[in-house]
């Protein structure tokens, strides 16, 4: 089973359609299954880019609606299917499948009915065409041993697209979450257990901020200078994210610098980070560096103000009034950080903290919440 999993314009349905057209060559029987039976008509069938427009002209189907049945001159069958029908599946067999939009069904049983139902030839085959989504039914085609699953992006079929909704739709959406899974076709899903959730990011995520009365850096180096290689990737980044206090009294979060390497990589990225965002004190945890982590910083700019920390209480303590913030609408993203938010959105308390999190909790608390949280000056 292939799966395509992609954005919106991509060509999921131009994908089926000629895949549908192949198969018929070989395939006596073809279920077409949509959510509703107008998307399978109106789709899959009658769209721009369905069976019927992408048809050559020596193997075009003949389509009688009322049967919902398509023949073609080979005497190849494809019959339609609504997947908020499921019973319709229950009794007819196929060797070949096109399921569209698999991630919008209302009843996934209807899948359930397919499998049961591709059983003629020797080798049945189905092609799911969908914008991907976090449900169950979804999770187990792609866990399936034999699924191929391949992915796109709403951009790599700009060429064929309008400008306009390039525009306006992209433009809005890029980066977020919704922009995510509907553009990027990515699977997007919050760790249920996590302080923070997507939504509420997004619903407060802003292209422009207020008048600045205070900007920090926040920083929560590397255990060691050698963690990048020992640690293969995963947590091998001094975190440094910057964040402003509004004219209006909510955060700004404004950039996200974040490197891997040495202490004079990142060392000289805070630096940078500092002076671009004019920024008025950089706020790093010291508890696993100590002295280090200031004298990288006040080697390489001794101009630079440094305020350290030291975590006194666990992270959990520290990071729950930060995401309180998120939840009261007080703190804004400017723009999109994508692994930020998803270390922020996976993150369970318990588990060893990220470093873009940890960054991004010392400089709301610095600039929101001083003297709370379990922390204080070094």
């Known amino acids: 089973m292939c799966c395509f999993l992609a954005g919106r314009g991509w060509g999921k349905t131009r994908v089926g359609a000629e895949w549908t057209h192949e198969t018929t060559l070989t395939v006596g029987r073809v279920a077409l299954v949509a959510p509703t039976a107008a998307d399978v008509r109106d789709v899959m069938v009658e769209g721009e880019s369905g069976i019927l427009a992408t048809a050559p002209p020596n193997h075009r189907p003949l389509y009688e609606p009322s049967k919902r049945r398509l023949t073609w001159p080979n005497g190849a069958i494809a019959t339609t299917y609504s997947a908020d029908e499921p019973d319709r599946l229950r009794g007819p067999q196929h060797g070949a499948a096109w399921a ?68 306006a739709i992209v433009s809005k959406y890029e980066g977020t979450r919704l922009g995510r899974q509907e553009l990027d076709g990515e699977d997007i899903e919050d760790n249920p257990g996590a302080l923070w959730k997507r939504a509420s990011i997004d619903d407060n995520r802003v292209m422009k901020h207020p008048d600045l009365v205070r900007v920090v850096v926040g920083v929560d180096p590397m255990a060691s200078a050698d963690a ?57 945890e010291v508890n696993n560096g100590g002295d280090m982590v200031v004298y990288v910083i006040e080697t390489i700019d001794d101009t630079v103000a440094v305020k350290p920390v030291r975590a006194s209480r666990g992270k959990a303590t520290r990071a729950e009034p930060v995401a309180a913030l998120y939840e009261q609408g007080r703190v804004h993203h400017v723009g999109t950080f994508g692994i930020l938010e998803d270390q922020m959105c996976q993150w369970m308390p318990g588990q060893k903290s990220p470093d873009r999190m940890d960054a991004l909790v010392w ?15 070094a």
Do not use: C
């Not at 955060?251 to 990142?266: F, H, R």
């Not at 001083?370 to 204080?376: K, T």
């Open 228 to 284: 990048a290689s020992e640690i293969d990737g995963e947590g091998s980044e001094t975190g440094i994210v910057v964040a402003g206090l509004g004219v209006d009294g909510h955060g700004y979060i404004l950039d996200d610098p974040s490197v891997g390497g040495s202490p004079d990589t990142w060392g000289r990225a805070v630096v940078t980070a500092y002076h671009r965002n004019h920024a008025d004190r950089v706020v790093p």
């Open 100 to 167: 569209d939009e698999v991630a919008a069904w209302k009843r996934p049983e209807a899948w359930d009915m397919l499998m049961f139902g591709l059983r003629l030839g020797s080798d049945p085959r189905a092609v799911v065409t969908t914008t991907p989504k976090q449900v169950p039914h979804m999770r187990a085609i792609k866990k399936a041993p034999h699924t191929v699953i391949i992915r796109g992006r709403t951009k790599d079929n700009a060429a064929n697209l309008a400008p306009a909704f390039l525009t």
């Open 363 to 377: 400089a709301l608390t610095e600039l929101m919440l001083e003297g709370a949280g379990g922390w204080h000056v």
